[in-house]
């Protein structure tokens, strides 16, 4: 069986067609009301591919805990990431004309991603000595990203059975600390003569505008390096500053048949670049640390100290710091998903889904079932296989009265009652005004 | 009731979550770095064997031990001592009075360096007496000429008359006369030419110092400060020994006396760090060795001699096989030593005798087991971060082109001197050859390295051994160096060792 590491993210919010926000997994949904209108609303999410607190907490026989590293350590893969993801949706508005739907929208944008090989986890703890002779990698990776999006999308009804739309996004970057994904080198060489360390980097941290503060030192005697992701000051204007970038949305629903309907999409297709106040540190050579030379220690007036080796050891990695732009690719979605209308209110559905993070697709699959109760009140049930795990059970609600309509969506509801052996977790929330339900006509 | 049991498990969950922060880590975990590197050549260790070694490379690159005595220096003083201040008084107008060498000698003439002759006396005459005094036996080295020293004694219109003058006879050439004598005359006369007789004439000698003098200097001992060379090289020795093949002991002359000189050897003996005291015995030394000297036609000039004192005319190579801690000796000067009275030297106020004195070791030996200490004071306590180091494991490499293997023990102790461990649990006899740090690089023939020995060696310091380091504050270290029996080696100042050492650390918390 093909293990399947996935980081699902809005599985559930895919199938809930009666929220406008189903939108956002596919822009070629047309809306079932004419008028929606969002109001703020926010969505979180937390993905960690490591162990969960579970995993490596413990307690003693008089209570005290401790964490058992080396349990951890068997948590993990090759590669490995800690992803949180907070979003401020300030409004949508989507207006339906007939077979033509269209809208505007904006949102705040948080993602981080650090990503680590389970060799800096396992060189850190269990020490260097079982590589002795190998070359290991243990480059940490880091995108860290906060930017404004400004959405204008339309969708329209092509015929009776296919509706297709998109979303144009112009994207305002207000802070990004990443590295380079081309250049993320940090090898680590322990030379069986007598443990001489080598280490090959070609790494690259870029950071922009003034949101973060990165703040590096280094005159070859000492060196010094801290990174602040909010350090720095945040002002109105960069929310619209010179980091610009273009996003886009397309997808296309299919009705195969009264029962069948397919859906394809791809979301945030685009980049963002960074120009104002760009930082980039880069480390490029190899560095031998062969011991700290005694000669004057032995033979002259100086003492050995260690001290000196750790300075040595940090300042021998000589970042050079540089102004120039650089781009950062927004994290691609894929969507493909078939509904099944067991009854007019009961549907199932299976969505293939894949997310493109540091270069990689991530895959997630998930079985569905919603359960429209009127047009008051709707459920549903997301069935995911998800981050190695089986366990991942997400719900949905949607609950319209009159007009407001309030609906929440998490795709692993049991994390909520369980956060210490979670490592997936998301939610989202908000409240809609949607008027003038739009009649269902059924293919004949 | 599922609601009931999902609030506890998420309040359970929150706690763990709470938990987190405040857990201890535990790991367990083994680390490897490289420690340090030295490169350490001959001249570092021997240098660290003692302050006093000054060590030297010859021509050809061999490493040479020198230790030097006092510079001792012998000048004129003695032979050119100054006469005491004399009277003299003239009681006729021609005045003898024998000059008499320093004992033993038979000068030719002096140069005076200074001398003067207050004189006083009176005249009767009611008028200007001219006065000329004349010291024949003194002339000037130039022109040749007699000292003449000429004065009037004015007539104050009082009889008698008083008369008074310096002669300053710096600079003139005394020789007395074939019967040894110094004559002083005077001549006085009125202005019509009549000589007259002056009374009451006192004379006084003054200052009278040679700057050179010639003839017979005599048969004389010529006492020069006896000394002590201290050789701290084997002030650490423990055990084992080292035998040089040629050490030598240095005598090195310089004399500027116009005269012959011999050694006079009254001491030359070896202290071991036994304490036996052994006398070095050699034939020429006892017979004396005579320095060369200048001749009356190079005076001024310094002239050298070297002796040397080695295995072939000596018992020095068994005296140091003894493990010598200090040489001891007393050397003399005697001039003249055959007492041939034909000899003329000559002496100036700037002549010396100078010897000096130094013992040196080429360092090709051979060594047996040779074991040395150092006392290591240890200045800062060891951090407490160590308390999570659970062992120790030194590496240690050394490409070695020294022709000498060698091993190390280190001893912690207290500040009481109190011995807590050691590095290895072995005598010092058993360091050699299975806890060996260098190897011996090869060498050909002569004893010279013509190789470079590698080696490795891991040493295990457990838990219980590493609480003893860190609760030292003071520590010995012994080294052991060895040859195969039968190997001379030679220490070249190009001959070094390079020493890599890292570690492999158990850390747990």
């Not at chain 1, 993210?9 to 009301?33: A, C, R, W």
């Amino acid at each position: 069986m093909m293990a399947i590491r996935t980081e699902a993210q809005e599985l559930g919010l895919h199938f809930m067609d009666n929220v406008i926000q189903s939108g956002y997994t596919n822009p070629g949904k047309m809306s079932k009301y004419r008028i929606n209108v969002s109001l703020p609303s926010f969505y979180g999410g937390f993905t960690h591919t490591g162990p969960t607190i579970d995993d490596i907490l413990f307690y003693r026989a008089d209570g005290s805990p401790y964490i058992d590293v080396d349990a951890g350590l068997l948590e993990l893969q090759d590669d490995n990431f800690l992803r949180t993801q907070l979003n401020i949706e300030t409004f949508n508005v989507t207006l339906r004309f007939g077979k033509l739907q269209a809208g505007l929208s904006h949102a705040i944008k948080n993602d981080f991603v650090l990503a680590y090989p389970r060799n800096l986890a396992e060189m850190a703890f269990n020490g260097n000595e079982q590589f002795i002779d190998q070359t290991v990698n243990v480059a940490p990776g880091l995108n860290f990203t906060v930017y404004s999006e400004f959405g204008l999308h339309a969708a329209y009804q092509l015929t009776d059975r296919l509706s297709i739309g998109g979303r144009l996004k112009l994207l305002s970057g207000v802070g990004n600390i990443s590295t380079n994904l081309d250049r993320e080198k940090l090898d680590i060489y322990t030379d069986p003569e007598y443990y001489q360390l080598t280490a090959t980097t070609d790494y690259q941290i870029n950071a922009g505008t003034g949101l973060v503060e990165i703040d590096y030192y280094n005159d070859g005697d000492s060196t010094s390096f801290n990174i602040d992701p909010f350090g720095g000051s945040l002002s109105a204007g960069d929310f619209f500053s010179g980091n610009g970038g273009i996003g886009i949305d397309i997808g296309a629903e299919y009705q195969l048949n009264d029962k069948i309907t397919l859906g394809a999409s791809i979301i945030d297709l685009g980049n963002i670049r960074w120009g104002k106040s760009a930082v980039n540190l880069t480390s490029n050579g190899s560095y031998t640390f062969e011991g700290i030379d005694a000669n004057d220690a032995f033979f002259g007036e100086d003492s050995i100290e260690f001290n000196e080796a750790l300075d040595t050891l940090a300042t021998i990695f000589g970042f050079e710091e540089t102004n120039k732009k650089y781009s950062t690719g927004l994290p691609t979605k894929f969507y493909l998903s078939g509904r099944y209308n067991v009854t007019k209110t009961f549907n199932v559905g299976l969505v293939g889904y894949g997310e493109i993070i540091r270069r990689k697709l991530r895959p997630a699959i998930a079985l569905s079932a919603q359960k429209d109760f009127g047009r008051i009140f709707s459920i549903g049930g997301v069935y995911a296989i998800q981050n190695g795990r089986f366990d991942n059970l997400g719900v949905n609600f949607g609950l319209k009265l009159g007009p407001i309509q309030l609906y929440g969506v998490s795709d692993n509801v049991i994390s909520v009652f369980n956060p210490s052996d979670t490592k997936n977790v998301n939610f989202r929330m908000g409240l809609n005004i949607a008027i003038a339900k739009k009649k269902d006509k059924s293919v004949e | 009731m599922l609601l009931f049991l999902g609030i506890v498990a998420t309040v359970l969950s929150c706690r763990k979550i709470d938990d987190l922060s405040n857990a201890d880590l535990e790991f367990d975990g083994d680390y490897a770095t490289a420690l340090l590197t030295a490169n350490v050549q001959i001249g570092d260790i021997v240098g660290e064997l003692d302050s006093n070694t000054v060590v030297e490379l010859d021509a050809d690159g061999l490493v040479h031990l020198i230790y030097r005595g006092k510079f001792t220096q012998r000048n004129s003083d003695d032979v050119l001592a100054s006469i005491p201040q004399f009277p003299l008084p003239l009681n006729d107008t021609f005045v003898v009075f024998p000059y008499t060498s320093p004992a033993g000698m038979d000068l030719d003439f002096l140069i005076l360096k200074t001398a003067n002759i207050n004189y006083s006396c009176q005249s009767n005459e009611t008028e200007d007496v001219d006065l000329m005094i004349e010291i024949p036996e003194l002339t000037d080295p130039v022109t040749g000429d007699t000292y003449k020293h000429f004065n009037t004694i004015v007539f104050d219109g009082a009889a008698p008359s008083n008369g008074a003058g310096v002669m300053d006879l710096a600079g003139y050439r005394l020789e007395p006369n074939s019967s040894g004598d110094i004559t002083i005359r005077y001549v006085a006369t009125k202005a019509d030419g009549t000589r007259v007789i002056l009374s009451n004439f006192f004379t006084l000698f003054q200052n009278f110092k040679s700057s050179y003098a010639e003839g017979y200097l005599g048969n004389q001992v010529y006492d020069l400060p006896a000394d002590t060379i201290i050789i701290d090289f084997f002030d650490r020795w423990i055990s084992g020994g080292i035998t040089f093949a040629d050490p030598v002991i240095n005598i090195n002359v310089e004399n500027s006396f116009g005269l012959p000189v011999r050694s006079i050897s009254n001491t030359m003996n070896i202290w071991s760090v036994d304490g036996s005291v052994i006398p070095l015995v050699s034939s020429e030394l006892t017979a004396g060795i005579d320095f060369a000297y200048p001749s009356l036609s190079e005076v001024g000039e310094v002239k050298e001699t070297f002796f040397q004192l080695n295995k072939d005319n000596s018992n020095i190579v068994s005296l140091f096989g003894t493990k010598p801690i200090a040489v001891d000796y007393d050397l003399d000067a005697l001039g003249n030593p055959d007492n041939d009275t034909s000899i003329t030297g000559f002496v100036t106020d700037s002549s010396f005798f100078s010897v000096n004195v130094f013992v040196d070791l080429p360092v090709h030996a051979t060594s047996n087991m040779f074991t040395v200490s150092s006392e290591i004071e240890i200045e800062n306590a060891i951090s407490e971060e160590y308390e999570y180091v659970d062992y120790l494991t030194l590496k240690i490499v050394t490409d070695n082109r020294i022709p000498v293997e060698g091993a190390l023990q280190l001893y912690f102790e207290d500040d009481m001197g109190n011995r807590l461990d050691s590095l290895f649990d072995v005598p010092l006899d058993q360091l050699l050859p299975e806890y060996k740090i260098m190897d011996a690089a090869d060498v050909d023939a002569t004893g010279a390295s013509i190789s470079t020995a590698h080696n490795e060696i891991e040493i295990d310091i457990p838990r219980e051994k590493f609480d003893a380091f860190l609760d030292m504050t003071n520590a010995t270290l012994v080294t052991v160096l060895n040859n195969e029996p039968g190997t001379v080696v030679k220490f070249f100042g190009e001959d070094d060792v390079d020493i890599k050492i890292g570690v492999r650390a158990g850390i747990s918390q």
